[in-house]
């Protein structure tokens, strides 16, 4: 196993969100996203980050690995976009499953092809972000195309990784009744996925934009109530589909 160098944002010790139990959360730089929504726009240039290496992430995750392990836990890669940096995310994931800890990849799925299926085998699950399912809607989202990330989903499928879909729901924007339905409907067909998440735009990430003086173009986009949320929860559960 090679010991790889990456940029990192930081690392969180103790994430609940990011994956199943109490993880170690690496947040790695670079993304070729421009979603408007973004929460990290920070991140998005690799460089922008700190370069570490992998084999003093993997010292520090054995620090914590019991701890985490107890919890149902383990290590998740987020960012920015993860596959940006596969040699090194894959190194982290490698030294992970030598110590029996659990590995989650959160992912766009844009860079789809950027691990191999050897690399994927040391990925327990994918935390995969479609962010809308017509391919318009996608692109004035995020600004790229959505096909390689369809193509990712049907990828991982063929492998037998498990899934969990996130959606971020953003009202105006990717909560067209069709859009969510097609979403739904897509998912359903794939064998791998465990749950979904519908996860509730928030305006966390405005004040970064400000600062950045980037153009924000959510000013005026509310956050959605538990009401509505449950509501594109449901769309998913009329597919059978496991969701929260
Ligand atoms: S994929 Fe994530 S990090 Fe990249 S632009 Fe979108 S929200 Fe930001």
Redesign the pocket.
Known sequence: MENVQGYIHSVETAGTVDGPGIRYIVFTTG?????V?????D??KMKSGKLVNSFDILKEIHEYKDYHKATGGGVTIS???PLVQPEFISSIFKGCKQMGVHTTLD??G?LNNKMSDEQLKDVDLVLL?I?SMIPEIYKK??KVDIQPTLDFAKRLESLGVNVWVRF?FVPGWSDRADNVQALADFVATLSNVEMVEVLPFHKM?EDKWKKMALEYELYDVQEPSAEQTNAIRQVFKDKGLKVR
């Open positions: 993304c070729p996203l421009n979603c929504y973004c929460h990290n726009p991140t998005r960012g920015g976009e992912t766009s844009y972000d962010k989202i995020t971020v990430g």
